[in-house]
């Protein structure tokens, strides 16, 4: 019998959060599905058409029938195999797209959920703005991961401020120069504890900074790819604040749901266009702030997973009838 969802899971962790997210919210049974991509990726999407060019063979072995009701996917590289998908199974599985996937095929998707800040013009039926990415952080995980981590940061002083480091990305870097800056702000919280982690994009100098920086008895430091749990859920529900760099819009979006006080590190060298304009409308919907800036933030609970599950719901449930 084949699963109700499958997952397009490829190298990219953000998408896979957002995969996850929405796949959480659904409560149908799901398969991941592992994409991973040969040199041919490089050709664009209206070359590919629907059709499994520029996905290595191990991958291709994997999508064979039964097909599932429902296929999602998460950025461009994806969106080919999708349409595949949908055709192989003659029009029986649907499509959910996270991200515009670009004008070639779609007009197949089902539901394509794109960001608001995101350069997008049209107008489409099968089109929904979110605010901010989809993810996996909701009230009841944080709930079990503050038990979880209870034994490691109960006993920290407070306030207790977790610090989300991001990276250099292609065209943004992270300077030793921003480093010190963000250090320099975050002893203006006034902090009790501070607990760190990196991505694997964060720079060597700028781990060895906020190594150097915190007194090691009211610091917990994760280094991305130390051999002990990730403890990232964790920080954020032992969290009184906040602090995440504005290098990515996911992990922005997962501060944004922890409930607490959100001050986002964004200085402009470090951040593209579509980032500070998402940053912009966190700030002004009331659910983060700039760090440094003097102003208060308040916090909430922004989770564009469940939006677009609903949307998905009602998908299924129109097949259905």
């Known amino acids: ?7 397009l899971i490829d190298n990219r962790a953000g998408n896979i959060n957002q995969l996850l997210g929405i796949a959480e919210h659904l409560k149908l049974p799901f398969e991941e599905k592992k994409i991973e991509y040969s040199k041919l990726v490089i ?4 070359l590919k058409g629907s059709s499994l060019i520029g996905i290595k063979q191990t991958s291709k072995n994997n999508l064979t029938p039964p097909y599932p009701d429902l296929v999602i996917g998460a950025g461009r590289r994806v ?6 998908i949908k055709k192989a ?3 029986k599985t649907k499509i959910v797209q996270l991200m515009n996937p670009g004008l070639s095929g779609f007009q197949e998707a089902d539901l394509i959920a794109i960001p608001t800040h995101d350069d997008y013009n049209g107008y489409s039926n099968n089109v929904i703005r979110t605010l ?7 009230k009841e995980k944080l709930k079990q991961e503050r038990e979880k981590w209870k034994g490691i940061f109960e006993n920290y002083p407070s306030p207790r401020v977790s610090v989300i480091i991001g990276g250099s990305t292609k065209k943004e870097p992270f ?4 480093a010190q800056n963000l250090v320099q702000n975050i002893f203006q919280l006034n902090p009790g504890s501070v607990f760190i982690t990196t991505s694997r994009r964060t720079p060597p100098n700028v781990i060895e900074i906020l190594k150097k920086s915190f007194s090691r008895k009211t610091t917990y430091f994760y280094q991305y790819g ?8 964790g920080l954020l529900s032992w969290a009184d604040q906040i602090v995440v760099t504005g290098d990515s819009i996911s992990m922005c979006s997962e501060c944004c749901a922890s409930g ?9 060298k470090m951040t593209a266009k579509k980032h500070q304009r998402f940053h912009k409308q966190l700030y002004r919907l009331g659910y983060a702030t700039a760090l440094g800036s003097g102003q208060i933030a308040f916090g909430g609970r922004l989770n564009a997973a469940e939006d677009i599950a609903q949307k998905i719901k009602s998908l299924l449930e129109v097949k259905k009838s």
């Open 89 to 91: 199974s003659k029009g």
């Open 132 to 138: 901010g990415a989809p993810h996996r952080v909701t």
């Open 175 to 178: 300077t030793s120069k921003m």
């Open 1 to 7: 019998m084949a699963s109700q969802v499958w997952l």
């Open 260 to 268: 607490v006080p959100v001050y986002i590190y964004a200085p402009e």
């Open 226 to 233: 130390d051999k002990k749990d990730n403890p990232y859920f």
């Open 79 to 84: 969106f080919p195999v999708a349409r595949f």
């Open 43 to 46: 050709l664009p999407n209206f």
